[in-house]
């Protein structure tokens, strides 16, 4: 049978870096292919080959069986290929039917027109194949991150495409927007469209996956059955190792001093009179739904959004804190679920970001910054962390996920603050990454920092948290220990509108 597209022997190398070494892969009509490996192992410049973005530097490219050259996205198109990145490529100022027919907007019989009747006419049927109801005039910026997804998805559909790539596509969406997603791939496999599906989830490719590729270091480790391999197989072939530190954290020390105490927080309907504390050498985990209030929280501790009322202690002080530099000059720092948006400027350095947090304090004179010393402070977070970069002269934007949230970590580390708010720290990043995440995590609590991680991972709150606090509808509905807790008590607090003690 032949395939619908096939690559053999795929060689790509960028300054300093294999990015590729004879790659081979292939995806078959109505199949789903899920492509699986650590940050850096090589997916994402796979696909950004086939979708035209990269040239190859060496290799084959078939597509139905034959031989083709793929210099840009639009040729990519021409043969029937989409591309949905994990980081929608949308317009958000324009209508969904505008953003699916950029470029390609139909005309009236003089030309100098926009046809827009039409125009939603053909975005409303692509919806109705989809099953979805989605008002083709609607502003994509004001539509949530699940239907922008749709219209993505819509986009790639409007150019007949039957090769469809989906790089990490549940990553912002909550179970029933899964479902519903699920639920399109399948529609579309009966059309024959080919799927190949990036992820990181191991649940989802046993639910959706009907074949797994495996890459490490930039090759093809292993082509196998999704749903007759088990996880454990498919992790190993992932990280090329065993994970030895799969347990659960140390438990926190419970006398721990008081680091930070919020009382009465309110703004709004998103956080409805919060009070918590934080120990010094605690993980504290902040368990809820998709617009529980968590992240709110957070943003408002780090003066990043006002609040109505409330009051914030540090370290036994009350503090004022209206703004960002606020809290960071009293060692509170936030690490934000979107790291390439509020944490990083990534096509700045790896020096200039782990030190940009700390620049007053390497100023010579006014105006002139005492480089070498940028520099060493720079190169001394990278190996503390082992962020995995040729060099801290690397634009950022070139690491791979998990050593980009290492170098967050590193500009708050850096600058020295000891309450550390992380909010979905293991987002976007692998397996093997995310045990290094939950390991420097012990390491900053056993240093006697205190850590807050709000995680929409409830296997992951579970493992990494000393104690649990839920939310629901912008309030706190419970606490508990993190020994002992499982998925079903949190579940229970994060679908109850009152607050209950746990």
């Known amino acids: 049978m032949t395939a619908l597209v096939e690559v053999q022997r795929l060689d790509k190398t960028f300054p300093g870096v294999r990015a590729l070494h004879q790659v081979r892969f292939d995806l078959q009509a109505g199949e789903v292919h899920a492509l699986m490996g650590e940050?850096?192992?090589?997916?994402?410049?796979?696909?950004?080959?086939?979708?035209?973005?990269y040239p190859r530097d060496s290799g084959d490219v078939f597509v139905n069986g034959k031989p083709v050259e793929v210099h840009s996205p639009r040729e990519a198109q021409a043969l029937g290929i989409g591309i949905i990145h994990q980081e929608l490529n949308l317009m958000n100022h324009l209508t969904a039917a505008q953003n699916i027919f950029i470029g390609r907007e139909p005309r009236k019989a003089l030309r100098f027109f926009l046809d827009e009747a039409k125009l939603n006419a053909d975005a409303a049927e692509?919806?109705?194949?989809?099953?979805?109801?989605?008002?083709?005039?609607?502003?994509?910026?004001?539509?949530?991150?699940?239907?922008?997804?749709?219209?993505?998805?819509?986009?790639?559909?409007?150019?007949?495409s039957k090769i469809l790539i989906m790089d990490e596509p549940t990553a912002a969406l909550n179970d029933a927007e899964v479902t519903q997603l699920f639920s399109i791939i399948a529609d579309l496999k009966a059309q024959g469209v080919g799927i190949v599906y990036i992820t990181h989830k191991m649940d989802e490719v046993k639910r959706i996956a009907d074949r797994v590729t495996v890459m490490r270091d930039g090759e093809t480790v292993a082509t196998l059955g999704a749903r007759e391999t088990p996880i454990e197989t498919i992790i190993a072939l992932m990280v090329g190792r065993e994970l030895s530190d799969v347990g659960r954290v140390a438990p926190a020390n419970a006398n721990g001093e008081e680091a930070l105490k919020v009382v009465g927080l309110k703004r709004g309907a998103a956080i409805r009179d919060v009070s918590f504390t934080l120990r010094k050498g605690e993980i504290l985990g902040f368990a809820g739904l998709m617009g529980a209030g968590r992240t709110e929280v957070a943003r408002a501790v780090f003066g990043a959004d006002p609040v109505e009322a409330g009051e914030v202690y540090v370290h036994g002080a009350r503090v004022r804190i209206v703004a960002p530099n606020d809290a960071v000059r009293n060692g509170v720092a936030y690490l934000s679920e979107d790291r390439k948006r509020f944490g990083l400027v990534t096509p700045m350095t790896v020096e200039e970001n782990v030190t940009m947090a700390s620049w007053p304090q390497f100023l010579a004179g006014r105006f002139f910054m005492r480089q070498g010393r940028l520099k060493d402070l720079a190169m001394r977070f990278v190996e503390r962390l082992r962020i995995k970069t040729p060099s801290v002269t690397q634009e950022t934007r070139l690491l791979s996920g998990g050593n980009q949230q290492k170098v967050v970590i590193a500009k708050w580390l850096a600058r020295d603050c000891d309450i550390l708010f992380f909010d979905e720290p293991t987002r976007g990043i692998d397996v093997g990454a995310k045990a290094e995440i939950y390991k420097?995590?012990?390491?900053?609590?056993d240093q006697g920092r205190a850590i807050v991680v709000i995680s929409s991972e409830l296997p992951e709150i579970l493992r990494i948290s000393h104690r649990i606090v839920v939310m629901c509808e912008g309030r706190i509905t419970g606490e508990m220990p993190g020994d002992g807790a499982t998925q079903e008590a949190i579940m229970r607090l994060a679908t109850q509108r009152e607050a209950r003690a746990a």
């Open 126 to 160: 692509i919806f109705r194949q989809m099953k979805v109801e989605i008002d083709p005039r609607a502003v994509v910026g004001d539509l949530t991150v699940a239907r922008q997804q749709l219209v993505e998805i819509a986009k790639a559909l409007s150019f007949h």
């Open 440 to 445: 420097l995590l012990q390491t900053l609590a």
């Open 39 to 53: 940050n850096g192992a090589g997916k994402s410049t796979l696909m950004k080959i086939l979708a035209g973005i």
